[in-house]
């Protein structure tokens, strides 16, 4: 038997085919989400992925509702398959959520601390450099205590370059020099570093504030980018959020 499970985001979808038996991910698959409307994207997509033998139920996390629907729709109309969102399963088997209203939590936070706690069994700080930059904290008790939500890096380059008439498109790369020469190396050197201060400055204040030293796990596309300008010692996941549905999945299989 195997099943599927997924994180839809703003900016892209991640979708995994899962054995069943040993929890292996036989195949990941990336698109970007607003291929979801194309009914006929999601047919040719899924055609060779979804079998006999799968599971009449997916699990996913998810931060667009109108995606999360029309992917809903699809599974249910096309292979008579469930698509459920990890917020309606009993998350407290694995990470227990201190904080005030659990609502407000995206799902695929709940996902990277489930996935970082279980694999780690430390205290964690999940950095994910997706459409924003999430930093979420969780204990080696298993306790998620919330984060931070920051600008993503991608959408911050658009922004800018949208609003300002004399900025160019440019693509992020790291500068050892921080003083630019022209247009295009301030503007990277302004990003890179100015992120890097970012991510140094926020995990101090919340290894000050809480008292404890943390594993740093970086997820999303910029994990790389920053790898050399980070203070502390840190790990790169880029299946983080997947590999916590999938402890998710586990804890709730018997009443999926």
Known sequence: MEFLVGDIGNTSTKICLVESGDFQVKKIIYFDSLKINSKNFLK??????????????VLFSSVVPKYQFKLKIFFKKYYK?????????????IVKINIKNKKQVGSDRIANAAGAYKIYQSNCIILDFGTATTFDVVTSKGIYNGGIIAPGVNLSIKSLVNKADQIPTFSLKKLNKIIGKNTIEALRSGFYWGYSGLINNIILKIEKETRKKYKIIFTGGYANLFKTSIIRPFKIDKNITIKGIIEIYKANEKNL
């Open 44 to 57: 040719k997509t899924f055609k060779n992925i979804i079998k006999k033998n799968i599971s009449k139920n």
């Open 81 to 93: 398959i469930k698509l459920i969102e990890i917020k309606n399963k009993n998350i407290n088997k």
